[in-house]
């Protein structure tokens, strides 16, 4: 079963601070995801990223940064923290299909609940 | 841009009560269609998948979607709800050209009442 892991469920943070958070999948995939949460907004995309170093900026980047060394790995960095970054941020990973579509179903983390104070 | 509604933002159904939460898209190419369900505590996992073919879907739980290309919708259903059935469900699109990443509905809340 593919597991993809969050490194914390819940995050509370300053103003200001540099905050990492930080998503591992254990199936070799190559595509990965954030996005964000928000009651009424549903799931807005942060970043992607479909190879190693590779990246593409998704619905709402601004404010925020990608990291990827490793093809189970990436993490999503938030420069500086401000208070309407607060929120659920939720990390998934897909194998890629060679047709030009995203479809194969992607698979979620628990999600970081993460609060700037 | 492609755009994903979900007009139903809280749904409240009694047990054995019929389903229908609506999903409509906007992008006249090519679109591949799903519904996640996120039920409460837990992550969000896929219920059913459309890319082609026939239109009406079978996901798990017994739910099921029909595409109506005509409508842009793709609308998801269930004869009899159960209490565990409350989640909230969000519908998502695919689409060939431009960017290569789903895009989600604001979800619909689902709450049964046994």
């Known amino acids: 079963d593919v597991k993809v892991t969050q490194s914390s469920r819940y995050l509370v943070k300053r103003t200001g601070e540099k905050v990492f958070l930080e998503c591992v999948q254990d199936?070799?995939?190559?595509?990965m995801f954030w996005y964000r949460q928000d009651p009424g907004l549903g799931l807005r995309l942060i970043y992607f990223?479909?190879?190693?170093?590779?990246?593409e900026k998704g619905d709402i980047p601004e404010g925020y940064s990608v990291s990827r060394e490793k093809k189970e790995r990436f993490s999503l960095i938030l420069e500086s923290a401000s208070t309407n970054q607060t929120s659920m941020y939720l990390c998934?990973?897909?194998?890629?299909?060679?047709?030009?579509?995203?479809?194969?179903?992607?698979?979620f983390g628990d999600g970081t609940r993460l609060s700037i104070l | 841009a492609q755009s994903v509604s979900q007009h139903n933002h809280h749904v409240i159904l009694s047990e054995a009560a019929s389903l229908e939460l609506g999903c409509n898209y906007s992008?006249?190419?090519?679109?591949?269609l799903f519904w996640y369900v996120q039920y409460p505590g837990q992550h969000l996992q896929l219920l059913l998948k459309?890319?082609?073919?026939?239109?009406l879907v079978k996901g798990i739980k017994g739910f099921e979607a029909e595409f109506i290309k005509s409508k842009f919708s793709f609308n998801l259903r269930k004869p009899s709800v159960q209490w565990s059935d409350t989640a909230e469900y969000f519908c998502?699109?695919?689409?060939?050209?431009?960017?290569?990443?789903?895009?989600f509905g604001s979800g619909t809340r689902l709450q049964v009442q046994p």
């Open positions: 459309y890319f082609s073919g026939d239109p």
């Open positions: 998934a990973s897909s194998s890629p299909t060679g047709d030009g579509f995203f479809n194969q179903p992607q698979h």
């Open positions: 199936m070799d995939h190559e595509n």
């Open positions: 990223s479909y190879d190693v170093k590779m990246k």
């Open positions: 998502a699109v695919n689409v060939k050209t431009g960017r290569r990443a789903l895009t």
């Open positions: 992008y006249g190419g090519t679109v591949n």
